[in-house]
């Protein structure tokens, strides 16, 4: 059974660098059928797409973070992981990663992380 | 940017049937993806590909799309139901889109 299982600090002060990572097991990040995927939601509000990366490393943003958000993967470590700059009190949110099921186009998230609590604060 | 519209609640009686819609412009050309997220939970699929359930899911839940219009319907509703849904598609192929979610409340 595929987990996903997430790391990271859940306190950033306004104008650092949010990093987040993802760990994968119960199955293979080098799989044709994936994508790998963030998913942020702030307290109280809706789920917003951040991006996604495939195992060879292509990516897709969100175009509203694009100039902010990096997502890298490593496949030796089973991980990919999540870089946020410049981060704000708009970015507290808990964040998700997640792995995305597609064939042949773009598919749905069938397993998700436990999400983590980010809150930017000084 | 794509909008995906939902409304914001839904209640319905134990035992009867919710319908959760979810809209959007050219949405009958697309796959619409589902997800139950109860409190304090990450977020689960439910439906995908507008119409398909994953093994699993109860058979008490199943997807429709008419026109630009997606439905999830929650048959014999339970009071472990209670909890927000989200609709989900790509916009071409490079971005995600969730509709503003629907909270179920289960009278």
């Known amino acids: ?122 | 940017s794509y909008v995906l519209t939902q409304p914001p609640s839904v209640s319905v009686a134990p035992g009867q049937t919710a319908t959760i819609t979810c809209g959007g412009d050219n949405l009958k050309y697309q796959s619409v993806h589902w997800y139950q997220q109860r409190p304090g939970q990450a977020p689960m699929l439910v439906v995908f590909d507008s119409v398909v359930r994953p093994s699993d899911i109860p058979e008490r839940f199943s997807g429709s799309k008419s026109g630009n219009t997606a439905t999830l319907i929650i048959s014999r509703v339970e009071a472990g139901d209670e909890a927000d849904y989200y609709c989900h598609v790509w916009d071409t192929t490079t971005e995600a889109v969730f509709g503003g979610g629907t909270k179920l409340a289960v009278l």
């Open chain 1, 1 to 122: 059974q595929m987990q996903l299982q997430q790391s990271g600090p859940g306190l950033v002060k306004p104008s650092q660098t949010l990093s987040l990572t993802c760990t994968v097991s119960g199955g293979s990040m080098k799989n044709n059928d994936y994508y790998w995927d963030w998913v942020r939601q702030p307290p109280g509000k809706g789920l917003e797409w951040i991006g996604s990366i495939y195992y060879s490393g292509g990516t897709y943003y969100n175009p509203s973070l694009k100039s902010r958000v990096s997502i890298s993967v490593d496949t030796s470590k089973s991980q990919f992981s999540l870089r946020l700059t410049s981060v704000s009190a708009a970015d507290t949110a808990v964040y998700y990663c997640a792995r995305e099921n597609q064939r042949g186009g773009r598919g749905q998230l069938d397993h998700w992380g436990q999400g983590t609590l980010v809150t930017v604060s000084s």
